[in-house]
């Protein structure tokens, strides 16, 4: 991601930073210094910057303070080890945890900028980036000046731009958010991870409301358990960065979460009729058209109409999107006569159409959960096969291999094993997690042959592109292909490099191939 920075001045003085730490008089080697921008990253620090030195999990901010220097950050932020390791490369300030202040620092040196916002927050293992691209799209729709902030990017009113963290760091929100204000905007929705909340990331962030899509295995690495991750994500349904919450209670953490929030939460469900926001009508049209939908909210509104997305997943997203659009003040007959209009965000089943005689779909699931959602999704729209394409990312949770390898094997008929991103890892150790107990390898074969499991064809092919290719040579007549796990990415990361790759061009070009 790019440094973002709105265009007014802010400048304060280290006095004013001691008052607000609440550290007592200013030092005499800092006395009068001022700092006209923060940031955490070295490489982004503008003359007269602080520069707040975070450690990290191979390395620590400080490390970086001679570059901070050179591009004239004029002080640094940083706990004990970090100031340790600046020595005399910059002044520095020193605080217990700069990482659990460094978002309410922020906030504090743009002015509070959330506060100027109508934000709108959401988390949960799947779902939050189609739920939050259908609420801008809604407002849009609405013509409102949006902003929006999630894996597929970031967007303030007309200018997009890429994203590096599904939540950025709290410096880089803060700055986000206040460049939305000044440039008028009105509502903002971003994605809120289970990383972003367990890092304090989102200090100094307030939404006016928050919503919660589902909660299934992701991210044990970090978090250690399920537990820990659930608490993670329950941080924000709290006063301290909400002031009221949708949840959805079709799941047992869902269930949980409303019986625990400390703010006012309505309940959203596909299933139960005794929801605060519910399905009235979820009829499944053919051929991919979508859903004829009745939606009952608060109040007795009914929203009824053709939402053309495809997956009970994504109806559920879809509903959340629209009760959340409805609470920050979207007129529910506008979001009726607008339901047509409305689809999925880049990556997320989303097709790759060149006339061929098969369905071609590119969908981000990288859980083991999603993978089963949009295969259970796919089943549904194809008369023939399922050819799936499913890798794991590399320094991630390894505990989820080996159940997306099983979820891959349960619904599809013709399974592909490759590399999603491997990154410090060696591929073909994470094939072999994957693959668990079946795994049965034919050195001789560049496509090497796993044992069938049930009536499942398997193989792998440690190399994406040519496993994409592997499953369009496949496909007949009324099969579907279906790749998974990087939606709308374009790169693969190898032993620390990012090569460009976006699965919807290699399957278009596997596609094309075949004439």
């Known amino acids: 991601m790019k440094s973002i920075r709105p265009l007014t001045e802010f400048r304060r003085s280290t006095s004013e930073l001691y008052s ?81 202040i460094a978002g309410e ?10 506060l100027s916002l109508d934000a709108v927050g959401i988390t949960g293992t799947n779902g939050k980036t189609t739920t939050a691209a259908l609420v801008e799209e809604i407002w ?48 903002c929705v971003m994605e809120v991870s289970s990383h972003g909340l367990a890092q304090k990331r989102i200090a100094g962030a307030k939404y006016s409301i928050v919503g919660f899509t589902q909660l299934s295995q992701d991210h044990l690495d970090f978090h250690g358990d399920m537990e820990s991750y659930f608490q993670a994500k329950a941080l924000l349904f709290s006063p301290e960065y909400a002031d009221r919450g949708i949840v959805n209670i079709d799941s047992d953490y869902g269930r949980r979460l409303i ?19 519910y399905y009235e009508t979820l009829e499944q049209l053919d051929h991919g058209q979508g859903f004829h939908v009745a939606i009952r909210g608060t109040g007795g509104i009914l929203i009824e109409g053709r939402v053309p997305i495809i997956g009970l997943h994504n109806a559920d997203n879809a509903l959340l999107a629209i009760a959340l659009a409805v609470e920050t003040g979207v007129d529910p007959l506008a979001i009726a006569a607008q339901l047509h209009q409305l689809h999925a965000p880049a990556g997320r089943l989303e097709p790759v159409l060149l006339g061929q005689k098969f369905l071609a779909l590119v969908d981000f699931a990288h859980t083991p959960d999603a993978v089963t959602r949009a295969l259970a999704t796919v089943r549904d729209m194809t008369p023939g096969r399922i050819i799936a394409v499913l890798g794991c990312g590399g320094d991630r949770d390894k505990g989820k291999r080996p159940l997306m390898g099983q979820a891959l094997l349960a619904g599809s008929d013709f399974a592909i094993f490759t590399s999603d991103n491997p990154r410090s890892e060696n591929p073909e150790t ?86």
């Open 430 to 515: 994470i094939l072999d997690e994957m693959a668990g107990k079946a795994a049965a390898l034919d050195e001789d074969s560049s496509v090497k042959s796993v044992k069938s499991v049930k009536s499942v064809i398997s193989v792998r092919e440690v190399d994406r592109r040519r496993a994409i290719a592997t499953a369009v040579a496949e496909a007949r007549e009324g099969d579907s292909v279906i790749v998974l796990g990087k939606g709308h990415e374009k790169g693969q990361e190898i032993k620390g490099v990012k090569f460009p790759f976006d699965d919807r061009t290699e399957l278009a070009q596997a596609i094309a191939g075949l004439s």
């Open 140 to 187: 849009r729709l609405n013509q409102r000046v949006t902003g929006f902030i999630g894996t597929i990017g970031i967007s303030i009113a007309d200018e997009l731009m890429e994203n590096d963290f599904t939540t950025p760091e709290a410096t880089d929100l803060q700055s986000l958010a206040a460049s939305m204000r000044e440039r008028h905007v009105r509502n």
């Open 259 to 277: 019986g625990e929030s400390s703010i006012l939460t309505q309940s959203l469900s596909r299933l139960d009729r005794k929801a605060d926001w």
């Open 20 to 100: 607000f730490l609440g550290l007592g008089s200013t030092p005499v080697a800092l006395a009068e210094k001022w700092f006209t921008g923060i940031t955490h990253d070295s490489t982004r620090v503008e003359p007269g910057d602080l520069f707040i030195a975070l450690p990290g999990k191979k390395s620590h901010g400080a490390n970086f303070a001679e570059q901070a220097r050179a591009q004239g950050a004029c002080f640094a932020l940083t706990d004990t080890n970090g100031r340790r390791i600046i020595g005399e490369t910059l002044d520095c300030i020193e605080v217990p945890n700069p990482r659990a």
């Open 105 to 114: 620092l922020a906030s504090w040196f743009y002015g509070d900028p959330f």
